[in-house]
């Protein structure tokens, strides 16, 4: 069994027999009696570099084995290994010859923290959202049948990944075109202990043997053709291994169901694996294992070790911190547990996200009208849609990242039954270190143009709580999106007024600019107005605009600035734009947002300094264009353009 460890290493540790194993090639060369000690470093090596640059934890723990005996047995990278959302593919990199760059991993310019084809030719596809395995590799095993290759297909996808509709539509595909691959379900949630060890390991062995599966077929060729023979065998064996283990399922599906079997059990692992590996057609192999293993504090709170921060240096003087207000994410968990207790209609819905989106308090006082449906963002929009049929008035906590899965379900499911439901969109904007995967940087845009929607963007913690009861009283789709993290620390008043629709807020006069915010920009723009003595404009609500406010700043300032952290293409901006353009209010305006690009992960503060969207970026953009309208309205810059 693996070593188990009880504190992060401060020291990076010694490992030996992992400096011999730097590539996979190099790995293959050790013997099998070798990797159990390996794996023990691999665990320590893990525990210390992410407890240097912080990020997920407890899935890669997980899979050290497991990642171990894939590149042991097959031929990576010709055979070709697809992870599934990437959490746990921190030791597939230390393996994969990136293993001194994993310190700058969730740095600016460093190696991304999830799989990515353009940084190693052992990342077959780039993931951050799950439930995409089985598709992707599905699609690379079509394309080597086509192409004549002989490769090895693999994906590995967890269970909770699996309660997507995605996969199975996968699994369901595969059967049809009679692909050759393998399915790994690593299972770390599922109570099913009684099945691992001596008895499982010997079933496993027997369900993926080439003599089992000959005389499967064979069977079938026999009882085929005698009436009524292969019904009554088919239901007895299906019956019988139902019985003993959970893969009927799968089985109708078309696939050899094997397992399962203990995912810390490195020999076994090894030897299912080769026995696999020889089989053609659909291989569904089942691993159990525990998210954290080898660690402690992490087998005990899975959660709480999904991922961590950076460790930071031992300090020789205890330092105060700074206190700071709750999250956006608390104010929300907060706001639904009030207004739950105002409103018996209100039911809250969330994909998976129970923690990450604060829905726990609600979960505990109202079991009744908490639903977590799994990663399932599609189901999540039209159970609400139903709901809102019967009278209810759910709220749909969802990240704005995972909220693009279900946008045919907002459209055709929500909006275009103008259905009450009301969509609190969390980690809106840059998220950070989880990189372009992860960012919302396009909610406004795909939004803005459904008809009917309500597109709210709270400045700060108290904004929140006013515009979340804003869209909960409207009758109607609503939406809310706020960033990750704290806020500028403001007093939030406890009631549940809702603010008027459609109305901003003047936060500061001043000449000649005009700054118009959409969100937490707030803060950093209220520093450019004074430095350039400008008006500030808290808009509030980008559909609907507030048109005579707009139209008021536009004949008091000679130059109009957005600003948001969404996609300049097709965000407020341009809402803002079309508008001007509609009244034919013909007033030079500058759009500030984030540019036509992907942008690398680095701390939020440098995304948004890179972005050119924190105090700096802004006032040297409005200055930019500030000089250029002085030349062009210059007795010299005409005679130019004459």
Not at 310 to 318: A, D, F, I, L, T
Not at 546 to 567: P, W, Y
């Amino acid at each position: 069994m693996p070593t188990t460890y009880h504190e992060i290493p401060r020291v990076r540790p010694a490992t030996p027999l992992l400096d011999r194993a730097a590539t996979p090639n190099r790995l293959r060369q050790l013997s099998e009696e070798e990797l159990v000690p390996l794996a023990d470093e691999l665990r320590q090596e893990l525990l210390y570099l992410v407890g240097q640059t912080g990020g997920h934890f407890g899935a890669g723990l997980g899979v050290i084995e497991l990642t171990l005996a894939l590149h042991y047995v097959f031929d990576t990278p010709a055979d070709l290994l697809v992870w599934d959302v990437g959490h746990q593919a921190y030791p597939h990199k230390i393996l994969t010859g990136r293993r001194e760059h994993m310190l700058s991993m969730r740095q600016k310019n460093g190696i991304a923290a999830f799989p990515r084809r353009t940084e190693s030719q052992y990342d077959t596809f780039g993931v951050g959202h799950s439930s995409t395995s089985i598709s992707a590799a599905l699609g690379m095993a079509i394309a080597a049948r086509l192409k004549g290759e002989q490769r090895k297909t693999v994906a590995v996808i967890g269970d909770g990944a699996m309660t997507a509709g995605m996969a199975f539509e996968a699994l369901n595909h595969a059967a049809d075109v009679q692909a050759n691959m393998l399915v790994i379900l690593n299972d770390n949630e599922m109570s099913i202990s009684n099945n691992v060890g001596g008895l499982s390991n010997y079933l496993t062995r027997i369900l993926s043997s080439r003599t089992y599966s000959s005389v499967r077929g064979s069977s079938k060729h026999i009882l085929s053709h005698l009436p009524g023979a292969w019904q009554l065998a088919r239901r007895t064996e299906e019956y019988a291994k139902g019985l003993l283990v959970p893969g009927t399922l799968f089985e109708e599906l078309g696939w050899n169901y094997s397992g399962p079997i203990d995912g810390h059990d490195l020999p076994t692992l090894i030897e299912t694996l080769r026995r696999v590996s020889c089989l053609d057609g659909l291989q569904f192999l089942h691993v159990v294992t525990k998210k954290g293993k080898g660690f402690s504090p992490a087998e005990a709170d899975p959660i709480g070790y999904h991922a961590i921060t950076r460790q930071e240096p031992v300090q020789p003087v205890v330092q105060a911190k700074k206190v700071s207000g709750p999250k956006y994410a608390n104010v929300f968990g907060q706001w639904l547990c009030d207004m739950a207790a105002a409103d018996p209609r209100l039911t809250g819905i969330t994909p998976a996200m129970k923690e990450g989106s604060d829905l726990i308090e609600f979960s505990q006082r109202y079991p009744q009208r908490y639903f977590d449906v799994a990663i399932a963002e599609q189901h999540a929009v039209t159970l609400a849609a139903g709901m809102a049929c019967a009278g209810l008035k759910p709220v749909v906590a969802i990240y704005s990242t995972f909220l693009q899965r279900a946008y045919d379900q907002l459209i055709h499911d929500v909006a275009v039954q103008n259905l009450d439901v009301l969509f609190a969109i969390d980690r809106a904007g840059l998220v950070g270190e989880d990189g372009p995967t992860h960012a919302g940087s396009f909610d406004l845009a795909y939004l803005r143009c459904i008809p009917g929607m309500i597109i709210m963007t709270p400045s700060d913690e108290n904004e929140l709580r006013r515009l979340l009861c804003t869209g909960f009283h409207h009758r109607g789709p609503a939406a809310v999106r706020y960033p990750r993290g704290n806020g500028p620390n403001a007093n939030i008043e406890p009631g549940l007024e809702p603010l008027e629709i459609g109305k901003g807020i003047i936060r500061r006069r001043g000449k000649e600019v005009a700054l118009l915010v959409f969100g937490p920009q707030v803060a950093q723009a209220l520093k450019v107005a004074e430095a350039l003595d400008a008006t500030l404009a808290d808009m509030r609500f980008v559909k609907p605009l507030d048109a005579a406010l707009i139209r008021d700043l536009a004949e008091r300032h000679e130059l109009l600035v957005t600003i948001e952290e969404n996609s300049v293409m097709g965000g407020a901006g341009s809402a803002v734009a079309v508008f001007l353009a509609e009244q034919n209010l013909l007033k030079p305006l500058l759009n500030l947002g984030l540019p036509d690009r992907y942008v690398e992960p680095a701390k939020p503060a440098e995304m948004l300094a890179e972005c050119g969207l924190d105090a700096d970026g802004i006032e040297a953009a409005v200055r930019r264009r500030l000089a250029l309208l002085d030349y062009q309205e210059s007795p010299v810059s005409i005679v130019l353009r004459g």
